[in-house]
């Protein structure tokens, strides 16, 4: 009887690992990525971003899981200049995170911010022609993450950025950038980011511009 | 026994999950169709996690605890996804996967023939803000126009000049409903500015010939505009220019938006410091103001209604010179002797427009408009009163269909009734309905191939008349970043109104275009070479009596006018644009060489057009200063001379065969761009005809003697500026 204890026990935890376990190579594989400097670290950051693809592809059902895709994707396409596979990337993207949403059966906070990085990402790869449209795209994601959830960092860290590269004759710049970035340390430091089911990107990158 | 079963039961189980002490090592390389190594593709095993990323070589290898039967697979955006079985008994080495670049993800082809289109997603041919950067378009969209191939100099007209077509052969249409009297209206002889800022819209498409099924009633173009639709904030907007003042705010909620504005113009200071040609004199100065207001509402994500209204004012007073000198009257009331004539205007004009979009589920997409022009004008014309109404209304429903991406049915249906009342000595009126049904299919069989063949059906009540237009264009490409594209059709149009207001009830005039080009695009270097035929068929011509050069005289009543004209048009365009040479710098070279004869109208023999000259060059440059946030644009157009009028050449190959000098304008433009706190400003100051250069259109005759035919202006200055307060940004702290 003890073995059968024992057994089962055993059986259990196999199997308990098997349907938890996504969350320890999500984790591994979301730090291994986004640890990498954001410029110049092209190859190194496609593997891992692969990896992603894998890890979504395996665990299926976890909306996380396509998200992760969805964000490595977004994040890796500003380094594509050539619009056409800037596009492609981005449509990946897209693709990703409407399977996550689905997965959610509606959109949350961090789904909005991820679309609105989409739309800024669109856009910056030919802003002269696109601002008019990914624009407004980009605040009204913005503004519907804001209804559900007023202090997700991420929101000001997006609309920092994407005011810090907007030119100071059109109201950005570094100094109009600024009080985004306040909000948004502020906000970061009150994450905890220990649980990869709840995103925590962005931290880094937002403590460098800050600095900046 | 128990215990054994159960044994048996969890082992499975159990050896999975140890099985990972026993490594096996897959590797080979990604190669695309061309042999060449794929660099980057992620290559694992599906349904596993088990993969590796391409190097340089294309080459992969990764260690995997997994055996037997698997499927190796090989991803990357922009290509198709690849796999193949694989039985894994030990290590695997030398694989080689093929990956094909996918359909979706590649830039398509798109048909260029004819037409100079922009959207987000196809290179940008020229863009709203293009239009108020370059110098010369004097922020008109109609006016930029002139800087493309096709298009001849408008020095003495209003309208687009498309291709050996006169000004009525073009339409300009707003959110898919053509515009009655686009142009502020002025004296004969004077050119003046559309009724449109570029700011209102968020593309425009101008097509020189070949266009959709979707318009008709053009025998030469159409300069197609869609409006913007909802504004990305609230915003006041303030400016003042050395023509005017204006003001408009937009107050934006979630899901509508409302704007409205009002201008007052007075052309006084720009009057002072322009140089008007000889001739053209003001007695009294135009003077006028308006009022817009737009609504938007977006009821769900993929609907969007529109709804615009504007009104506006103008009056003047002008000495012109006498457009009739020297010809011959037989109406009895048209002054032919004096150099000079006094002419005022006084124009209420008022624009609406209405439409609604919305798609179903990427499948269906449904669009609608209505739109009515009404434009009065209280003109004097020398001393007689002229009083003329224009109108238009017209309604439009298009349907179409999604099959899949690369497959859509459109069809729609058109109806308009447009007319004019005209009281000049004597009263005549006119009145049209027209009745279209269109329909279209756009089909992309493979990225390499487009095909888009069309069909209109048009209907005038007026003439009883009813006509089959078939359209077709089709592009193909010939290489990574170039194209080739066809373009053709039979286009129908109304013989001008002045015919119908006379009396006269000469049938539809028609034209057959056959339009062929080649575009090489790569990283914002565009070159288009881009060659056409055009037959003109039942052109309107008026039989016996000489040729008047008078543009404005009235159809002589005893003439009879039939449909026998006739004419051709031939030509060969250049276009190249380059953004990326320089930094912050863009430029642009187009020309076109124009071969055209006609026999129509008052013409008595076949001849090259007063409008149209052979040879036509613009070099437009742009270039943006990033440190002091300054834009500058320098234009230089080129014609070769116009035909003209010799009352002493009158007969065959003589008819208009004098050509004038070379017409040259040099235009520039400086914008700076500065923030003052929460103000964006805009300061512009622009330039035309640098060199005041003396440009002749032609010549009147009086008595042997010449006068050339001048533009209203030679050198213009215009300068002002924008305020613009975006909201707040603080509160969303």
């Not at chain 1, 592809?57 to 396409?77: G, Q």
């Not at chain 1, 710049?173 to 502020?186: I, Q, V």
């Not at chain 2, 209204?309 to 003047?316: D, E, G, M, R, V």
């Not at chain 2, 008595?703 to 707040?728: C, E, M, V």
């Amino acid at each position: 009887m003890k073995t059968l204890i024992v057994m089962g026990a055993m059986a259990l935890s196999v199997l308990g690992a098997n349907a938890q376990d996504f969350k320890a190579p999500l984790a591994k594989t979301w730090v291994a990525f986004d640890t990498l400097p954001m410029m110049g670290s092209g190859d190194a950051r496609q593997q891992q971003a692969n990896k992603l693809v894998l890890i979504a592809k395996k665990w299926d059902k976890e909306w996380i899981t396509h998200f992760y895709v969805a964000l490595s994707k977004t994040m890796m396409s500003y380094e594509e200049k050539d619009v056409t596979k800037h596009d492609a990337v981005l449509d990946d993207a897209e693709k990703e995170l409407q399977d996550a949403v689905s997965l959610l059966g509606k959109n949350n906070d961090e789904t909005y911010v991820l679309a609105a990085m989409i739309a800024n990402s669109r856009l910056g790869v030919d802003p002269m022609n696109r601002w008019q449209k990914y624009g407004k795209i980009f605040t009204d994601d913005l503004q519907a993450a804001k209804e559900i959830n007023p202090n997700n960092p991420r929101m000001y860290y997006l609309k920092a950025v994407s005011t810090f590269f907007t030119p100071a004759a059109f109201g950005g710049g570094k100094k109009n950038a600024l009080p985004y970035f306040e909000k948004a340390d502020g906000l970061f430091a009150a994450e905890k980011g220990d649980d990869v089911t709840k995103p925590y990107w962005g931290k880094r990158a937002n403590t460098y511009f800050y600095a900046e | 026994m128990r215990k054994r079963l159960l044994l048996i039961f969890f082992l499975p189980l159990l050896a999975g999950s140890f099985a990972a002490f026993a490594d096996t090592r897959i590797s080979g390389k990604v190669l695309d169709n061309f042999e060449k190594p794929v660099k980057g593709a992620s290559v694992y095993l599906d349904n596993t996690i088990d993969g590796a990323t391409t190097d340089s070589l294309g080459e992969f290898s990764f260690a995997t605890e997994e055996k037997g039967n698997q499927t190796i697979v090989a991803t990357l955006a922009a290509y198709e996804l690849t796999g193949q079985p694989l039985v894994i008994t030990g290590d695997v080495t030398g694989i080689v996967l093929h990956m094909r670049k996918s359909q979706h993800d590649l830039e398509s082809v798109t048909i260029t023939a004819g037409s100079f289109a922009s959207s987000d997603r196809t290179k940008t041919v020229l863009n709203p803000i293009d239009v108020v950067t370059t110098a010369g378009s004097n922020g008109d969209v109609v006016k930029a126009m002139q800087m493309l191939p096709g298009t001849q100099q408008t020095g003495t007209d209003n309208g687009l000049l498309i291709r050996g077509g006169d000004v009525s052969e073009a339409a300009i249409i707003v959110d898919g409903t053509i515009v009655q009297s686009a142009f502020v209206s002025g004296p004969p002889g004077l050119s003046t500015r559309s009724r449109f800022s570029p700011f209102q819209f968020k593309g425009v498409s101008f097509s020189s010939g070949g266009y959709s099924s979707r318009y008709g009633q053009a025998l030469s173009g159409v300069l197609d505009l869609n409006s913007n639709d909802m504004p990305d904030k609230s915003n006041v907007n303030l400016g003042a220019s050395i023509a005017g003042i204006y003001a408009s705010g937009t107050k934006k909620w979630k899901k509508c938006s409302f704007d409205a504005g009002g201008n007052y113009t007075n052309l006084a200071p720009l009057l002072a410091v322009s140089s008007t040609s000889n001739g053209y004199k003001f007695y009294k100065v135009p003077v006028g103001g308006g009022g817009n207001a737009r609504f938007v509402w977006e009821p769900n994500k993929n609907g969007i209604l529109k709804a615009t209204f504007s009104a506006t004012y103008s009056k003047s007073g002008i000495n012109i010179p006498n457009p009739a000198l020297g010809s011959v009257d037989t109406t009895g009331n048209v002054n032919t002797t004096d150099e000079q004539i006094k002419y005022i205007t006084e124009d209420n004009y008022y624009f609406g427009t209405i439409s609604y979009k919305q798609s179903f589920k990427n499948k269906y997409t449904l669009y609608t408009a209505g739109s009515f022009s009404y434009d009065k004008l209280n003109n004097v014309y020398d001393i007689i009163a002229l009083k003329q109404e224009e109108y238009r209304n017209q309604g439009r429903i298009e349907l179409k269909r999604n099959f899949t991406t690369r497959l859509n049915l459109m069809v729609g249906a058109e109806l308009q009734n447009f007319g004019t009342k005209k009281q000049f000595g004597r009263t005549q009126q006119y009145d049209e309905t027209q009745l279209a049904a269109f329909t279209e299919l756009e089909w992309t069989p493979i990225y390499w191939l487009a095909l888009r063949p069309g069909i209109r059906y048009e209907y005038s009540t007026f003439l009883n008349v009813d006509k089959v237009a078939p359209r077709f264009s089709a592009a193909i490409k010939t290489g990574n970043h170039s194209q080739a594209s066809l373009a053709g059709g039979i286009f129908y149009q109304n013989a001008n109104t002045n015919y119908y207001l006379s009396g006269f009830k000469p049938g539809m005039q028609s034209a057959i275009h056959y339009i062929a080009n080649w575009q090489w695009s790569k990283s914002d270097r565009t070159l288009r070479v881009e060659g056409y035929y055009k037959n003109y068929q039942d052109l309107v011509r008026e039989n016996g009596y000489g040729y008047n050069p008078n543009r404005f005289r009235p159809v002589i009543v005893a003439s009879s006018v039939d449909n026998t004209g006739y004419g051709y048009a031939q030509g060969l365009e250049l276009f190249w644009r380059d953004k990326k040479s320089f930094k912050n710098t863009d430029y642009w070279v187009s020309y076109s060489y124009i071969d055209t004869k006609r026999l129509y109208e008052n013409f008595n023999f076949e001849a090259t057009p007063t409008f149209v000259a052979q040879h036509n060059l613009s070099v437009v440059g742009k270039h943006f200063i990033d440190k002091w946030h300054a834009n500058i644009s320098a234009t230089y157009s080129f014609s070769s001379g116009y035909p003209y009028f010799d009352p002493a050449k009158t007969s065959g190959s003589d008819f208009l065969s004098g050509r004038t000098p070379t017409f040259n304008n040099t235009a520039i433009t400086a914008a700076w761009l500065h923030s003052f706190g929460k103000w964006f400003t805009v300061f512009y100051v622009s330039v035309d005809n640098v060199l005041n250069t003396h440009n002749v259109f032609g010549y009147r005759y009086k008595d042997g003697q010449r006068q050339p035919i001048a533009p209203g202006f030679y050198r213009t200055i215009f300068f002002g500026a924008n305020f613009s307060l975006s909201q707040f940004s603080k509160d969303e702290l």
